[in-house]
């Protein structure tokens, strides 16, 4: 089955505390990118990937840290993170290569609470 | 710089109620996608819909409608007779063409609410 699933689904966590939030993709898509929910303001990219050791800030990546060190996998690295990081992530990866479907596929999310 | 806007913010009706959730998008590319997403209480994202700039024809899924009108650059979303089941938060979103356009601008959301 085609997916994108991410790891760990909560996470309860303390200010300073470094944690990684994993996401993965069977889909053999080039393009992987992080974004955040909060409400009222919709969903915003944190981290995008265009393809293995090509990584890019979105419109919100202070705090933030991403790898692509394999084309399956785009890790989120929060190094100190504070509660003004509490949100819902999710994952996203889309195929860009031509001739193949232009729409993102979204992991099921990452609640996370930082005390 | 793109921008959506969903100005209703939440909206409640009856069952077997018709109801349109507006959006209103800003973006200086000539050729760009627009697409609908729902997030059901669980809270994934699913998909429903992905238009190209480039094709004006509405487009029917069973309950669903959705209307592009480019000239008001608006892409509106209809459910025609409601369900509880509808119960969401649905967001609009936009991104730009092709590998560098891959970016998603999401507006705000609206939660519709569907009462039995």
């Known amino acids: 089955e085609a997916q994108v699933t991410q790891n760990p689904r909560y996470l309860i966590t303390v200010t300073g505390k470094k944690l990684t939030v994993t996401c993965s993709q069977n889909?053999?898509?080039?393009?992987m990118s992080w974004y955040r929910q909060d409400p009222g303001l919709g969903l915003r990219q944190i981290y995008y990937?265009?393809?293995?050791?090509?990584?890019d800030k979105g419109d919100v990546p202070e705090g933030y840290k991403v790898s692509r060190k394999e084309k399956r996998n785009f890790p989120l690295i929060l190094e100190s993170p504070s509660p003004n990081q509490t949100s819902l992530y999710f994952c996203?990866?889309?195929?860009?290569?031509?001739?193949?479907?232009?729409?993102?596929?979204f992991g099921p999310g990452t609640r996370l609470l930082v005390l | 710089a793109q921008k959506v806007t969903q100005a209703q913010t939440e909206i409640s009706v009856v069952e077997k109620e018709d109801v349109t959730l507006d959006c209103v998008y800003e973006?200086?590319?000539?050729?760009?996608?627009l697409f609908w997403y729902k997030q059901p209480p669980s809270g994934e994202l699913v998909f429903l819909i992905r238009?190209?700039?480039?094709?004006?024809q509405n487009e029917i899924s069973g309950r669903y409608s959705w209307n592009f009108q480019k000239s008001t650059s608006s892409f509106n979303f209809t459910i025609t007779a409601s369900q509880v089941v509808d119960s969401a938060v649905y967001f609009c979103?936009?991104?730009?063409?092709?590998?560098?356009?891959?970016?998603?601008?999401f507006g705000e959301g609206t939660q519709l609410t569907v009462n039995p």
């Open positions: 979103a936009l991104s730009g063409w092709g590998a560098s356009g891959s970016r998603l601008t």
């Open positions: 238009r190209n700039s480039f094709d004006e």
């Open positions: 990937s265009m393809n293995v050791e090509v990584t």
């Open positions: 973006t200086r590319d000539t050729t760009y996608y």
């Open positions: 996203a990866s889309k195929a860009t290569t031509s001739g193949r479907r232009e729409t993102q596929y």
């Open positions: 889909m053999n898509h080039e393009y």
